[in-house]
Structure formats: structure tokens, C-alpha cells
């Protein structure tokens, strides 16, 4: 499985940007998509995932300002990032934990950067 990220991107604080991350490749059942972010001099954390049999969960700082989401038909998943504040300037990386005839295994996709300004 492969997984294409987009949608990052410079804005002002207090705006807004979606990220996108779509699966493909081979035959496939995704059972959590989520992204994690990491921004110099800080370890990677956990901002969002969505289970299959689970809503969904955020990082503390996160909570009421970001949305992920999934379109099944499509594999894709999406993080909607509103009121982006400053200290959420990353590189935000997206995951899928999928299962397919040889067991479970966790895809990323590329690097994302989102640079919001004052």
C-alpha cells in the first residue's frame, strides 16, 4: 500500500487547510488512518487517527480545532486544521494501519509541511 499525501501549505493564523492522504496499491481493508506531525527540535506526536471501529481521537491541543475524517470508497482520509495557530507549524505525516493476506502492517506517506504565519 501506498500512501499520497497533499494539501499542505503556507497560511496566517487563525486560517484554515485540509490535508488529504489517499491509499492505493493491491487489495487492502484500512482499518485506521491518522497523522502524526513533527516540527524542529520536538518529537513526533500523534495529532489525529480514525479507527474503523472507533470514532476518532485527538491530541490535547488539537481538540476543537482539527477534523479528521475517511472516505471509505476512496481509501482517503482528511484533516481539516481550522484556527491554526503557530505552534502547529510541522511536518505533518499520515499513516494507515491496514491489513491485507500477509497480516497487518503500517503504511506512511511523504512529509507534509504546513507553515502557518502571524
Known amino acids: 500500500v501506498q500512501l499520497q499525501a497533499s494539501g499542505g501549505g503556507l497560511v496566517q493564523a487563525g486560517g484554515s487547510l485540509r490535508l488529504s492522504c489517499a491509499a492505493s496499491?493491491?487489495?487492502?481493508?484500512?482499518?485506521?488512518f491518522g497523522w502524526f506531525r513533527q516540527s524542529p527540535g520536538n518529537a513526533r506526536e500523534q495529532v489525529a487517527a480514525?479507527?474503523?471501529?472507533?470514532?476518532?481521537n485527538y491530541e490535547d491541543s488539537v481538540k476543537g480545532r482539527f477534523t479528521i475524517s475517511r472516505d471509505n470508497t476512496k481509501n482517503t482520509a482528511y484533516l481539516q486544521m481550522d484556527s491554526l495557530k503557530l505552534e502547529d507549524t510541522a511536518v505533518y505525516y499520515c499513516?494507515?494501519?491496514?491489513?491485507?493476506?500477509?497480516?497487518?502492517?503500517?503504511?506512511w506517506g511523504q512529509g507534509t509541511l504546513v507553515t502557518v504565519s502571524s
Open positions: 499513516f494507515a494501519r491496514y491489513s491485507n493476506y500477509t497480516g497487518y502492517h503500517t503504511a
Open positions: 496499491g493491491g487489495t487492502f481493508t484500512i482499518k485506521a
Open positions: 480514525i479507527r474503523s471501529d472507533s470514532g476518532p
